[in-house]
Each structure stands twice: as structure tokens, then as C-alpha cells.
């Protein structure tokens, strides 16, 4: 059983920075039934432009016969602020002006992620998440959610990601920025306002999230002739638009922009304090050929996280692999939540 559904807030929507929006809404989709115990809850936390059909976009890992599937559990992926899947973003109405937001939209930060998401679990009697699981993005928000909630979380997932946006990634995310910013229709304020410089933010973006050896085994060339018209030039374009076909420049500004600002240690003793609240059973999972969020920062991760585990994968698609490697992440992930389970019992035997 599916549901897409939207929850509205009514109320004030407070933002860390103070700036408030009127009305918040929060498009999600559930899969499955919540058990009377109400422990078999499953929330994923989605990437930069992904949305909450995780059937969809984490196939393999979430399905009818996966590892997480709804016939056992009761699956919650809900869109975050900013993105154009349904929840409040750049290009909704602003009840102030009746007219859409565009860049008047304040900035958010992945706190402002979670405390939607949180308020959406409220709203549906959830209290407490057998897993919390997200990659990138998503980890960094599932992340913050064991920090800010930690009594909450059961087993947490956290998928190449880390624990404060590296000056690497900033940079990636500026540069991507500043393609957006050369087209100036992004300024028009228009619903396709920026997609030339959206393309353009995408093709680099892929230059993060792939490898060297990634595109040598699909875009090398089968002649050797050529003086132009490349494959992987090709492929650069393909992509860029294949996103501006369902993306808009505005919400990839200001989801960009959160993705800078994650910083588990932000108004917190330090990062490391930070992590050490930690309650949930940690699984932390890098990829090897990961450029953009590099096996380093999974490694301090599972160094500060209490207890956590860490397992590496190797990934000729470099950082997207955690959406590609789905029969790798469900053998080790299964793994791990056996083993928690099993820690579980002897815990309560010990106790009983
Ligand atoms: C409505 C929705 O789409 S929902 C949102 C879906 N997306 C998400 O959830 C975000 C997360 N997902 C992703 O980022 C991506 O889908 C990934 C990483 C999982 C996979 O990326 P893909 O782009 O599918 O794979 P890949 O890099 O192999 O590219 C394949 C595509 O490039 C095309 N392509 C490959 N080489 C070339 C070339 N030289 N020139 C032109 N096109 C090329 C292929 O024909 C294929 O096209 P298609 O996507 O239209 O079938
Ligand atoms: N490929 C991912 C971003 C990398 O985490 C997405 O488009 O959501």
C-alpha cells in the first residue's frame, strides 16, 4: 500500500536564521502499515534533487522484495523544503505578496530539513524510527535528526556523507552557483528563470559525483578520428538538461546553499561533542572512489559516532554509487540491522 499525501503547517515556520514562513507544505509518501507496536517505521532521507518516491529512486534497496520493503515496514520519504516535489520552495506562493517566492524565498540550512521532517513524524504519531537512513544530502540530514533527537532513532544509516560540508564541497556547490548566476533570466524571477545555468550547474555537479574510471568505461570514444563532437561532451549536455526538465535553477540555488551550511558543531560545543550524542546503533558507509564526500569523512564519523560501524564499498560511479550499488548496500546494511537485532535481544535477556 502507497500513499503520496501533503501535510500543511499552519502555524509559523521558524527558521534557524529567524526568518519565518507563513505556511509550510511538506509532500511525502508512505509505503506499508505502521504495526500496533508502531517499531517498524523506516524513514529516508532523500538527496539534493531526489523526492520522496524512494521506490523509485532507491530501487533495489526499497521495494516490493527488497531488504526495506512495505509488506514489513512502514516506509516514510517526504520531500524537503526548497525542493519543487511538493513542498514549499522557491517558486510556491508567498502568502504575502500572493506571488511565488522566486529569491525572496529566505535561505535554509539542513536543520530547517529536519525540524520540517520532524513536525511531518508528529503530525503522524511517529516517535520513534527503527531506521533512519540517507546518503549525501540525506545524511547529513539523518544525521542531524540522531543529534537533535536522539532518543528517536533506533539504527541510523548514514551513506557518503559527513558531518560539516568540507571547503571542497562548498566550492563545487559555488562554482554551480555561479554558472546559475551568468544566466540572467535567472534574475528574471521566472519559473524557467536560470536553466541555462542550471545545465550548466549539473554538468559539474556530475564531475563530483562520478570518477575518472566512470566515464572511460562509458564515454570513451570507438574511433580514434575524431577532432570533436565527443561522447562525453555528449553526455555532459544530456544530462544537464535531462535535470532542467524536472528541476528549477531556484530550488537548486537554495538547496545547494544548505548543503553548505551543514555543520553538526554549529552552536554546539564542537563537532565532535556534537556526534558523541549519538544514541542510535551506527552504520556509516563510504565509498571509496567517492570525490566529493571522500572515505576520510566517514572515517571521522564512525571515529566519534559511539559504537558505530563503518564498512567501505568500492564504486566505479564514485559518490552517486550509493544510489547505484543498491545489491551491495543491501548486503551490508542487512547485515548490520541482523546484528543489531540480535545485540537487541541479548540486551534484554541481560536486563530480564
Ligand atoms: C521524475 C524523476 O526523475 S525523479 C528523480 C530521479 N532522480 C533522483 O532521484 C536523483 C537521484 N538519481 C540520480 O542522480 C541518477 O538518476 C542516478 C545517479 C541514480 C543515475 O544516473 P543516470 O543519469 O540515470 O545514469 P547514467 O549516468 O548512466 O546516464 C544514463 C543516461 O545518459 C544517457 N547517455 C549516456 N551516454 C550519453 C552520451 N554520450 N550522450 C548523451 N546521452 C548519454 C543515457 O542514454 C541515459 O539516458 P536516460 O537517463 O534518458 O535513460
Ligand atoms: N545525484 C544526486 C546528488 C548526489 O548526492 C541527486 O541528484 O540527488
Known sequence: MSTTATYTHTKLFKLENGKKLRKLEIAYQTYGKLNAKKDNVIWVCHALTANADVLDWWKGLFGNNDLFNPEEHFIICANVLGSNYGTTNPL???????????????????????????????????????????????GQQALEWAITDSKSVDNLILVATNAVHSPWGIAFNESQRLAISTDRTFYAQQPDGGLKGLKAARSIALLSYRTYEAYSATQLESVNDKTGSFRAASYQNYQGEKLCKRFNAYSYWYLSKAMDSHNVGRSRKSIVDALALVKANTLVIGIENDVLFPLCEQEFLAKHI????LKSISSAYGHDGFLIETDILTNIIGTFLKESANKKIIKLHKTA
Open 92 to 138: 510556491s506562493i508567498n502568502p504575502v505578496t500572493g506571488q511565488p517566492y522566486y529569491l525572496a524565498f529566505p535561505e535554509f540550512t539542513i536543520r530547517d530539513l529536519v525540524a520540517a521532517h520532524r513536525l511531518l513524524a508528529s503530525y503522524l504519531g511517529i516517535q520513534h524510527l527503527k531506521v533512519l537512513i540517507g546518503g549525501s544530502l540525506g
Open 306 to 309: 559511539p559504537g558505530a560501524a
